[in-house]
């Protein structure tokens, strides 16, 4: 077994988002590190699954389709986006770095 810190960035950041999977199962872990990219313009997520997301280092903004809701997140903040509840990414900063962790599962 060998740890990892969730704060440890590659020394050069490449200039797509990093997605790292750290455990998958009945829910899936996964490390996001933006560095300023957003959702492309006309383009929503809509997974299959739930996602709790919390930021924890830098700041950024989701908005929701159905009622054009924008959040800011900053450190610590996080939420729960269930299912087929279309959303984007408009906006990550790049210093610092966006580092997320999202859990994807079914939750109640």
Not at 44 to 51: I, L, R
Request: net charge negative; with cysteine; glycine share 6%.
């Amino acid at each position: 077994m060998k740890s990892n810190n969730i704060f440890n960035l590659p020394a050069v950041l490449p200039p797509n988002e990093i997605f790292e999977v750290i455990s998958s199962g009945d829910a899936t872990i996964e490390r996001i590190i933006s560095t300023g990219q957003t959702t492309p313009e006309g383009e929503w997520y809509d997974q299959e699954k739930d996602e709790w997301v919390i930021l924890l280092q830098g700041e950024a903004k989701i908005l929701f389709e159905s009622n054009s809701l924008e959040i800011k997140l900053q450190n610590g903040d996080y939420l729960l986006i269930k299912a087929h509840e279309r959303h984007r990414v408009t906006f990550t900063t790049n210093s610092p770095p966006c580092i997320w962790l999202a859990v994807h599962g079914n939750f109640n």
